[in-house]
C-alpha cells in the first residue's frame, strides 16, 4: 500500500502565484484609469462653475473681473494669464453678492487653471486647463473655456 503525499507540487504553486500577480496588476491598472477620468470630470466640473460666477459677474458689472473684490490675495491679475488658485473667491463687497466663494483647485497640484482677461471694457475672458485622457467629449490635452464654450 503506498502512502498518497498530500499538497501542492511546486509548478502548481507557481501558476497560482503568477494567476494572482496577473489580476494585481489588470487591477492597478483599472484603478488608475478611474482616478483618471474622476480627475477630468472634476475639471470639467469646476471650469463650469468657475463659467458660471463669471456669467454672473458680468450680468451685474457689464465685465468681467480683473481681480476678486475682497479677497486677501489676487486670484485673477490685471496683467497675462493668472493661476485660479484654491481658497480665493470673488464678490462684491458693497453689495455683498457672491459669485464664487472658493475656486476650486485642479485636482493634480502639479497643474492649474488659468485665468486671462480681454477684449474692449474686459468683455472676454479664457480659462486654460489640461485634460489627461478624453472626457465629456474632449481630448485629452490643453483645452480652453470662453464665455461661450469649452474647446
Known sequence: MLLAKK??????????????????SLSVAAVNNAKQK??????????KQVQSGLDMYLSDKGFYPNDPIGTPKPMLGRVGAKTLSNGNGWSDTISGAMYIGIVPADPLPTQ???????????????????????SGGYPAGLRTATPKSVQ
Open 7 to 24: 499538497g501542492f507540487t511546486l509548478i502548481e504553486l507557481l501558476i497560482v502565484i503568477a494567476i494572482i500577480g496577473l489580476i494585481a
Open 38 to 47: 474622476s480627475r477630468d470630470a472634476r475639471r470639467l466640473s469646476d471650469i
Open 112 to 134: 492649474n487653471y488659468n485665468y486671462t482677461v480681454s477684449g474692449s471694457g474686459n468683455s472676454w475672458y479664457t480659462i486654460t486647463f489640461t485634460l489627461e485622457g478624453t
